[in-house]
């Protein structure tokens, strides 16, 4: 039955990508479906100055990351995938439930994810791409992008559908929003344990 559904949306995993596509639909349904409420809580609360700067300051520190990522520290942030990825979850999940349950502030928000999105996601996301080559040759590249597409049209159609139907309160969506930060990470996580030796080679 899962093999007819994925033909017929012309998915294609290996046994890698399985990971990532499954964690990857679960949380982009609920990404998805929570985000329209917490940007226009955002936007509605803080200055256009402030997205002009935090673009600036994402800009800035993909610049850095950039930059360093070579030689021994590059090594030694794959070698710490995993602790990293932990670091991520558990970041966004704290910063969701403290804004859920005990006091919302829209600049904490803001600083809180703008702070472990510009530097640790940037060098989780370095390291997914390091590994990508090492999974997956050229061919092999084409169909994990394909698939990714598909996934993804799939996941936003859903949750801004429900969205749209079911526009949930903030003090859900930031729930949603901090299990999904705590999930995200799951699919690369294995992926890396199963793959540590060839992931960890030059």
């Known amino acids: 039955m899962v093999k007819k559904v994925l033909d017929f949306f012309n998915i294609h995993p290996d046994a890698n990508q399985r990971w990532t596509l499954s964690v990857l639909f679960v949380c982009g349904i609920m990404y998805t479906y929570v985000s329209p409420a917490m940007t226009k809580a955002i936007i509605t609360a803080l200055p256009a100055e402030w997205i002009a700067f935090q673009s600036l300051f994402s800009s800035i520190c993909g610049l850095f990351v950039g930059m ?29 439930m403290y804004l859920c ?73 930031l729930f949603v929003w901090g299990s999904v930060c705590a999930l995200d990470n799951i699919g690369w996580i294995v992926i890396y344990q199963r793959n540590r030796k060839l992931l960890n080679e030059e």
């Not at 021994?72 to 910063?95: D, M, Q």
């Not at 829209?106 to 600083?111: G, K, Q, R, T, V």
């Open 68 to 96: 360093v990522w070579k030689g021994s520290l590059r090594k030694k942030v794959i070698k710490w995938f995993s602790t990293l990825c932990i670091i991520e979850s558990a970041a966004g999940f704290l910063v969701g």
């Open 101 to 173: 349950f005990v006091s919302y502030n829209a600049w904490l928000f803001a600083i809180a994810t703008l702070v472990y999105s510009s530097l640790v996601s940037m060098f989780v996301g370095k390291c997914i791409m390091a590994f990508r080559p090492k999974l997956w040759n050229d061919k092999e590249r084409e169909l994990y992008d394909n698939n990714n597409s598909i996934v993804c049209g799939i996941y936003c159609i859903i949750g801004f559908l429900f969205s749209l139907l079911f526009m949930p309160s903030l003090n859900t969506a």
